[in-house]
């Protein structure tokens, strides 16, 4: 008996990580977010542990004298110039690679945040595409957290099985998802629906992976508890619940109150993109958005070449099922402007 437990340990071991299954974390779509859940959140965002969903790029917080040694060895994040691809080599080796070679000395920090993540179709799109940029995704549910952790931990182990392979082929995930065309109501076809549902498994891509975490949080009241001011470059709200009744309209992730905390959170040039299948909702949006004297829209012109925005069109799992249904997609983004209050 004992002879067959080491042995299917063993070929359980050698078949190396497995991807979760959605069919085990299926969770309702609704969450009061106005319920007292107990949470884990910093008091100030110095205060935040990341090197439990980053262990690649920050080392653990300790309260001995070492904190700040250990603080002055994390990897340092790439310049704006690396980060739009201009050299493809230096990407492909890896955070510490791109932190070595870059001009502008920032300490490594959460920039992207994708709120209200879900399943993480987004996350595992964009994380190849910008590789040593760190993103977070910010969920309440607490099995779809789960799940995309698991899912961020499998990619990773894949990675890193391949890296041990001499003979590995790259994959340029970058070249092959600028060429998909971000048709808002076409759904995606063959590799396309596999590269955006699972991600690269048998190919190595830049960052492998380990520049993406999920986390709990209740973006509505704990936000400004992990991000400081000026902090995100951009930050994605998809097909969020459009709360339909009148009075759960206060519930919506797009309110007066909430846009205060984004561009206080969201740093001047930072871009806002915003997804939705139901027309009320994005009416809703567009309308508190341009209200705002923060934010200005960005004609759907300059979005053209943005390589982000077939991530955000095709990548999730509600916009899949909204394009495989048929159904329209309203699209709207906007841009982080400076506060003249400032000057």
Not at 245 to 258: C, P, Q, Y
């Amino acid at each position: 008996m004992a002879a067959e437990d080491n042995e299917s340990a063993a070929t359980s071991q050698q078949q190396g990580p497995k991807l979760p299954q959605k069919r085990f974390f299926r969770q309702r779509a609704h969450v009061n977010i106005f319920n007292d859940v107990p949470l884990d959140y910093p008091v100030n965002p110095d205060e935040e542990d990341w090197s439990k969903l980053y262990p690649a790029y920050f080392r653990p917080h300790t309260e001995d004298a070492q904190t700040a040694v250990c603080d002055a060895k994390r990897p340092l994040s790439p310049s704006a110039a690396d980060e739009a691809g201009s050299d493809e080599s230096l990407s492909k080796r890896g955070p510490a690679a791109a932190s070595a070679a870059t001009t502008e000395k920032v300490p490594a920090q959460v920039e992207f945040a994708d709120i209200g993540c879900g399943y993480g179709g987004l996350l595992v799109a964009l994380a190849p595409l910008y590789p040593n940029t760190l993103m977070v995704g910010m969920e309440i549910r607490v099995k779809l957290v789960d799940y995309l952790q698991q899912r961020i931990e499998a990619l990773r182990g894949f990675q890193h099985g391949l890296l041990l392979k001499k003979d590995a082929e790259w994959v340029d995930v970058r070249s092959k998802l600028l060429q998909e065309i971000a048709a808002l109501n076409q759904p995606l076809v063959g590799d396309e629906d596999e590269l955006h549902d699972n991600g690269e498994t048998t190919r190595l891509v830049p960052g492998h992976y380990e520049n993406i975490a999920a986390m709990r949080i209740n973006c509505q009241k704990y936000l400004p508890n992990f991000f400081k001011k000026g902090q995100l470059s951009k930050m994605f709200i998809l097909f969020a619940d459009p709360h339909f009744k009148r009075r759960k309209h206060k519930a919506r992730i797009i309110s007066t109150t909430m846009l205060a905390e984004y561009a206080y959170v969201m740093r001047t040039g930072g871009i806002l993109y915003m997804i939705t299948d139901v027309k009320d909702l994005c009416d809703w949006s567009v309308s508190h958005l341009d209200a705002f004297p923060l934010f200005e829209r960005i004609p759907d012109e300059e979005l053209i070449g943005d390589p982000a925005i077939p991530c955000v069109v095709n990548s999730t799992e509600e916009g899949k099922k909204v394009a495989r249904n048929k159904g329209k997609k309203y699209l709207a983004c906007y841009r982080r402007i400076e506060d003249p209050a400032e000057n």
